[in-house]
């Protein structure tokens, strides 16, 4: 079974920094793409970011674009994201998920998502 | 990149069929064949529906379907039921090789 655990998450102020961790089991993690979702409270799903299996290239958002760094340890079977320079607009739930394989990354559906971890962002 | 636009919100009474709109432009939803559709009940995480425009992974109803017509992609939901009223997102990929979502459409079972 395919599971997802985000960690990570928590209350940091403006201008801040935080790292968030996706512990991946029940897939061979390499192969796929993996990439991070939020969700303002209240508000609708926005995409972060997306890296593929090998790592070897990431896409990010506009909105994120020299901010957040999206990263991954295969050996780990481990997806990061280091959020820098936070702002409160970045206060949202977080979630990790999968993409399906056949089409490679940031086309290919998102299959599997993790419950989601909560960040803050607030003095 | 500027969110794709769904309506705000959709109903329909057990049984009956449902569609929910989702525009984008030639450099989205008109221009590839990637757009995915999630549903997500009320504190839940998201579930894939739809990927490619019509298809469905193991497991999803065959009540679920998807399709595109220029830059609108739909998800019809037929035979509607209590379960399926919840909040559903479509996704595509860009020319910028990025994704957007839409805004989102709540379905309420009347």
């Known amino acids: 079974e395919v599971q997802l655990l985000e960690s990570g998450g928590g209350l940091v102020q403006p201008g801040g920094s935080l790292r968030l961790s996706c512990a991946a089991s029940?897939?061979?993690?390499?192969?796929?793409?993996m990439t991070w979702v939020r969700q303002a409270p209240g508000k609708g799903l926005e995409w972060v970011s997306e890296i593929i299996g090998s790592g070897g290239s990431t896409y990010y958002a506009d909105s994120v674009k020299g901010r957040f760094t999206i990263s991954r340890d295969n050996s780990k079977k481990t997806l990061y994201l280091q959020m820098n320079s936070l702002r409160a607009e970045d206060t949202a739930v977080y979630y990790c998920?999968?993409?399906?394989?056949?089409?490679?990354?940031?086309?290919?559906?998102?299959?599997?998502w993790g419950q989601g971890t909560l960040v803050t962002v607030s003095s | 990149q500027s969110a794709l636009t769904q309506p705000a919100s959709v109903s329909g009474s057990p049984g009956q069929s449902i569609t929910i709109a989702c525009t984008g432009t030639s450099s989205d939803v008109g221009g590839y064949n990637y757009v995915s559709w999630y549903q997500q009940h009320p504190g839940k995480a998201p579930k894939l529906l739809i990927y490619?425009?019509?298809n469905r992974p193991s497991g999803i109803s065959n009540r679920f379907s998807g399709s595109k017509s220029g830059n609108t992609a739909s998800l019809t939901i037929s035979g509607l039921q209590a379960e399926d009223e919840a909040d559903y997102y479509c996704?595509?990929?860009?020319?910028?090789?990025?994704?957007?979502f839409g805004g989102g459409t709540k379905v309420t079972v009347l």
């Open positions: 998920a999968k993409v399906e394989g056949s089409v490679g990354a940031t086309k290919g559906g998102i299959d599997r």
């Open positions: 029940g897939f061979t993690f390499s192969s796929y793409a």
């Open positions: 996704n595509s990929y860009t020319s910028s090789s990025t994704r957007v």
């Open positions: 490619e425009v019509s």
